[in-house]
């Protein structure tokens, strides 16, 4: 059975720094990322990494130079790093893996909160 599991949200002020984990269980992945959704809002893409091809990594034009996405050392782990954060990254964030070109597999998502 596959699982994902998020942690590290929480309320913070703009201009903070966050650091999201995620860890998945019960298959080798080809891939990882997050999404988030804001209330009111459609779920957006934020940042996504391939473990093939040397780990290219992808993010968002929102969240690009702010966001770092990783690879943990533990298989099937990924951070997602948020500095300068702004009132406008507030969303539930999802973490994703996927076996094929799709994300498959969803988490429960983790709350970020970023007060003005």
């Known amino acids: 059975q596959v699982q994902l599991g998020e942690s590290g949200g929480g309320l913070v002020q703009a201009g903070s720094s966050l650091r999201l984990s995620c860890a998945a269980s019960?298959?080798?992945?080809?891939?990882m990322g997050w999404f988030r959704q804001a209330p009111g809002k459609e779920r957006e893409f934020v940042a996504g990494?391939?473990?093939?091809?040397?780990?290219?990594?992808y993010y968002s034009d929102s969240v690009k130079g702010r966001f770092t996405i990783s690879r943990g050392n533990a298989k099937n782990t990924v951070y997602l790093q948020m500095n300068s954060l702004k009132p406008e990254d507030t969303a539930v964030y999802y973490c994703?893996?996927?076996?094929?070109?799709?994300?498959?597999?969803w988490g429960q998502g983790t709350q970020v909160t970023v007060s003005s």
């Open positions: 994703v893996a996927g076996v094929g070109r799709n994300y498959d597999y």
């Open positions: 990494i391939n473990w093939s091809g040397g780990g290219n990594t």
């Open positions: 019960g298959r080798t992945f080809r891939s």
